[in-house]
C-alpha cells in the first residue's frame, strides 16, 4: 500500500524567505508523485508532478520539488516566499493503476 | 474550457433533507472523482467513474450516499437522509486518466447541515 506523510500541518515563512514543505512517501513500487496547492475557498490546483525521468522537477510560481528515492522524500520548495503563496499545500503519492492518496496537508503562511 | 463545474456553491440544509450536489467535467476528460474535505478527515475520495461507469465506491460512507453519472457531462452526488456529520466541502474533479495526466479540480461545494 502506499502513504504519504506531510511534516508539519503548519510553516510560518517571511516574505522573500526560502519555503521548504516536507514531504515522505511510502511504496512498495515506483510511485508517481505531486504537489497540489488549494488557496481560500477555492479547489486544488497542480503545481508539479514527477513520474519518471528528471528527479528534479519544476512547477507553476517558482516552486521545485525533487524525488529522493534513497530518502523516499519528495519535498517542495521554493527560493524566495511571496504573499501570494499563502496557501494550502498537498503532496499526492500514487502508482501505476492506484488512486490518489492525498497528504494531510500543510498550511503555509507568508509573514510581511 | 471554463473547468470542473460543480453547483451549488453552498448549501445549508437541516439534517434529514436530502441533497443532491452536482457536477460538470471537463469535456474529453474519462475519470470522475467525487473528494469529500474536513478539518479532521482531510481530504477522501468517496468515488470516481471511468466512461460514467462507477469503478471503486469504497470510500463512500454509508447507504446514505449515492453516486451516479448519467452521461459524460454530468454527475451527481446526493445524501439522502443528510446529517451534521455531513458537513464538509465536497470536491468534483476530473482527468484524462488516473495518472500521468493532471486531475482538475472543481471550486467544490460547501455543504452545512444543521
Known amino acids: 500500500a502506499q502513504s504519504v506523510t506531510q511534516l508539519g500541518s503548519h510553516v510560518s515563512v517571511s516574505e522573500g524567505a526560502l519555503v521548504l514543505l516536507r514531504c515522505n512517501y511510502s511504496s512498495s513500487v515506483p510511485p508517481y508523485l505531486f504537489w497540489y496547492v488549494q488557496y481560500p475557498n477555492q479547489g486544488l490546483q497542480l503545481l508539479l508532478k514527477?513520474?519518471?525521468?528528471?528527479?528534479l522537477v519544476k512547477g507553476i510560481n517558482g516552486f521545485e520539488a525533487e524525488f529522493k528515492k534513497s530518502e523516499t522524500s519528495f519535498h517542495l520548495t521554493k527560493p524566495s516566499a511571496h504573499m501570494s503563496d499563502a496557501a494550502e499545500y498537498f503532496c499526492?503519492?500514487?502508482?501505476?493503476?492506484?488512486?490518489?492518496?492525498f497528504g494531510q496537508g500543510t498550511e503555509l503562511s507568508v509573514k510581511p | 474550457d471554463a473547468g470542473v463545474i460543480q453547483s451549488p456553491r453552498h448549501e445549508v440544509t437541516e439534517m434529514g433533507q436530502e441533497v443532491t450536489l452536482r457536477c460538470k467535467p471537463i469535456s474529453g476528460h474519462d475519470y470522475l472523482f467525487w473528494y469529500r474535505q474536513t478539518m479532521m478527515r482531510g481530504l477522501e475520495l468517496l468515488i470516481y467513474f471511468n466512461n460514467n461507469v462507477p469503478i471503486d465506491d469504497s470510500g463512500m460512507p454509508e447507504d446514505r450516499f449515492s453516486a451516479k453519472m448519467p452521461n459524460a457531462s454530468f454527475s451527481t452526488l446526493k445524501i439522502q437522509p443528510s446529517e451534521p456529520r455531513d458537513s464538509a466541502v465536497y470536491f468534483c474533479?476530473?482527468?484524462?486518466?488516473?495518472?500521468?495526466?493532471?486531475?482538475?479540480f472543481g471550486q467544490g461545494t460547501r455543504l452545512t447541515v444543521v
Open positions: 499526492v503519492v500514487t502508482i501505476q493503476g492506484g488512486k490518489l492518496i
Open positions: 514527477y513520474t519518471t525521468g528528471a528527479t
Open positions: 474533479a476530473s482527468s484524462r486518466d488516473r495518472l500521468n495526466t493532471e486531475a482538475f
